[in-house]
């Protein structure tokens, strides 16, 4: 074999095993068995933050209003999945399931803003931005605040900042790295980078997959339809930025290394 035909078959080798991996892109393999639902998070089980924050905008969001809930669901089944991962080791511990359900409702919360301002501020650069939209909700608006009983303490409003502010980090997000006014303790620190694996699986559509399986991708695609997101993305900078290539490349200042 030459050394032309063996870079040729391991990259056939390679191209299959990610076509096996990826149902999202290419579809149900034979012989996978049928996806899990069961414990999904979606519209018709939903987390009542993440639908209470969403319904607050869903005038604005307007027609991109399906596509983005649904984005938002799976990235927090996503990030669940990642959280539950960095976590095992805290079964049978401290960890009990309602602060579990807690910070799950923290990674909904900031889910629910964490792109928010494309639609709000019409602002492709738009981290900060969603940033200051939740800020002055929990400010302003007391049925938000009451989202959460008890309030959130300055320590989760911290993680929720960083989890927007981190959701487009190419590389791990480290709290001890990070300037940050408050510490956030290694509980946040797991949280935001759940959320970032998270978003990073469903905005590549499984093509990073940060070690999630083909089934939980699949099952996640199943009961939470794409809905026209990542095309809706694709035509953002056009719709934002219509008559410049320069203002379009703004959207790039998000990726974090």
């Known amino acids: ?32 068995k049928t996806p899990d639902t069961a414990n999904l998070i979606t519209r018709d089980k939903p987390n ?8 607050r905008y869903g005038s604005v969001l307007g027609e991109d209003y ?5 984005h938002c669901l799976r990235v927090l089944n996503f990030s669940k999945y990642f959280l539950d991962k960095d976590t095992a080791y805290l079964k049978g511990t401290e960890m009990t399931s309602s602060s579990r359900g807690r910070n799950i409702d923290i990674m909904a919360f900031a889910l629910a803003y964490h792109d928010i301002a494309l ?22 608006n007391r049925s938000i605040r009451g989202l959460f009983r008890p309030p959130l303490t300055t320590e989760e409003k911290l993680i929720a900042r960083e989890i927007i502010m981190q959701h487009h980090k190419i590389s791990s997000f480290s709290a001890s790295k990070a300037d940050l006014n408050l510490p956030m303790g290694v509980e946040g ?13 469903d905005a590549s559509m499984g093509v990073v997959k940060h070690g999630i399986s083909a089934d939980i991708l699949e099952a996640a695609y199943v009961e939470i339809p794409e809905a026209g997101f990542h095309n809706m993305l694709l035509a953002m900078g056009g719709r934002l930025s219509p008559d410049s290539i320069i203002g379009q490349l703004k959207v790039l200042k998000i990726l974090k290394l």
Do not use: H
């Open 119 to 140: 639609w709000t501020d019409g602002e492709l650069n738009y981290l900060e931005p969603s940033v200051a939209v939740m800020e002055r909700d929990l400010q302003e």
């Open 189 to 201: 620190e797991q949280m935001v980078n759940a959320v970032r694996r998270g978003d990073w699986v």
């Open 1 to 32: 074999m030459t050394r032309v035909s063996l870079i040729l078959a391991v990259c056939a080798i390679a191209f299959m095993r990610f076509m096996k991996s990826n149902p999202v892109l290419f579809g149900r393999q034979q012989n996978r």
């Open 66 to 70: 399906d596509s983005y809930y649904n």
């Open 48 to 55: 009542k933050i993440l639908k209470d924050v969403l319904l």
